[in-house]
Structure formats: C-alpha cells, structure tokens
C-alpha cells in the first residue's frame, strides 16, 4: 500500500520556465511533508518541507503547496535551470505518541531541465 | 557536509555469503536509519535506531539485521546475500525532536549480488 505516491517518473521542462512535481499522499496523519533531490551516485539532500498546518513554503526559487483536502501538494521550481536536473523524492512523516516518526517516500521523479 | 561516511562504497558479492555495511557519523545525532533505493520503488526503510542498542525494523528488515554498539556506527549486515537484494544502500542521521524531521544522507553504498 504506497502511502505517497509521485504518478510522474519523468518531466522535461525548458530553462527559464516552471517546473511543478506532483505528490499525492493517503494517510491523513502526516504532519510534515519534505522534498529531496538526488544527483546521480550522490545521497538524497534536503530541499525544502513543509508542516500540514501550512499551504505554502517558499525558500528562494522553490516553492511547495500543500493541498490537505486533496491529499496532494506540489513543489514549484521557478526560473527552473540545468543544475536542477536531478530525481526529486517527496516525503512524508507521521508521528504518534512522543515517537520520532520515520520518513515515507515517494517513487520519485527525474526532472531534466533543457537548455 | 554532514559528517557521515559509508563503506565499502562498493561491493560486489555472491549469492549466500555474509555481507556487513558500515555507516559512521561525527555529529552526534541520535537517530540513524538505513534505507535502500531500487528503480521503480524509490526509497525503502530497512532499520532504523533511536539510540545505541535502540533499534527497531522499518518496512522491508526481512534479510537484513542491525548493531549500534556505538553513538556514532550503524551496520547493517546480510547474513545470507540473495539476488533480490541487489541495491544501493543509504545510510541517513537525524537529530531528532520536535519538526520536519530532516534527514540528512550518506553517499550510499552500491552492493551487487551474483
């Protein structure tokens, strides 16, 4: 039963333009939701997250909305540019009683973008 | 970056031998996890630990047990390699508390078993 869900394996996106990654989730105990992105042999590195209390976050050039009745939020990347061509993971975690709660992920999606 | 280091970085293996990957960290953080990354399943949680001798399984631990005798090491061993576990493994700290919960994630180890 996959818990978040990222329908897109793949974008292609122009330089300059906006780039929009999709993530759907089911459970509706997740309290926080993040986004990595993952160069090629490197490790997933932290972009952005954001608490189900708000609907928006924004650092820079990336943005992340967060639709609670839809389950659904989205990482917007404007101006998109070629070092943003990596996979992009969506995250979810969900915490009960005083645990830690562990990090869900999405199937991930790679984003090329074009010059 | 983050202080964290995996090895071997690289492995190649046969079917039914013992295999033990190493995470090591110097930040101190409390919370260490292994997971692996396979195409078309994104990233899996395998163990995790929550202090030394604190461990507890994740969503695919069938095959694979853990040891962290120390604050800073986390290993994660195959006692029996199988194909299936063909992979490249991550190894992820976090400081814990109350927040997002930020992982931060090791280069990853790619492991192939014949």
């Known amino acids: 039963d996959q818990q978040v869900k990222q329908n897109s394996p793949s974008l292609s996106v122009q330089e300059g333009r906006i780039s929009i990654l999709n993530c759907d989730y089911t459970?509706?105990?997740?309290?926080?939701f993040l986004w990595y992105k993952k160069y090629p042999a490197e490790g997933p590195t932290f972009l952005i997250s954001i608490s189900s209390i708000k609907d928006k976050n924004e650092d820079g050039r990336f943005t992340v909305f967060l639709n609670k009745s839809a389950k659904h939020l989205s990482l917007h990347i404007v101006p998109s540019q070629p070092g943003d061509s990596a996979v992009y993971f969506c995250a979810a975690r969900r915490t009960h009683g005083g645990s830690q709660g562990n990090l869900i992920f999405g199937k991930g999606t790679k984003l090329s973008v074009k010059p | 970056d983050a202080g964290i280091t995996q090895s071997p970085r690289h492995k190649v293996t046969e079917t039914g031998t013992p295999v033990t990957l190493r995470c090591h960290q110097t930040e101190n953080h409390r919370y260490m996890y292994w997971y692996r990354q396979d195409p078309g399943h994104g990233l899996r949680l395998i163990h995790y630990s929550y202090g030394v001798k604190d461990t507890d399984k994740g969503e695919v631990s069938d095959g694979y047990s853990v040891s962290r005798s120390k604050t800073e090491d986390f290993l994660l061993t195959l006692e029996s390699a199988t194909s299936s576990q063909t992979s490249v493994y991550f190894c992820a700290i976090s400081e814990g508390g109350t927040g997002a919960n930020v992982l931060t994630f090791g280069a990853g180890s790619r492991l192939t078993v014949l």
């Open positions: 459970n509706s105990m997740f309290d926080y």
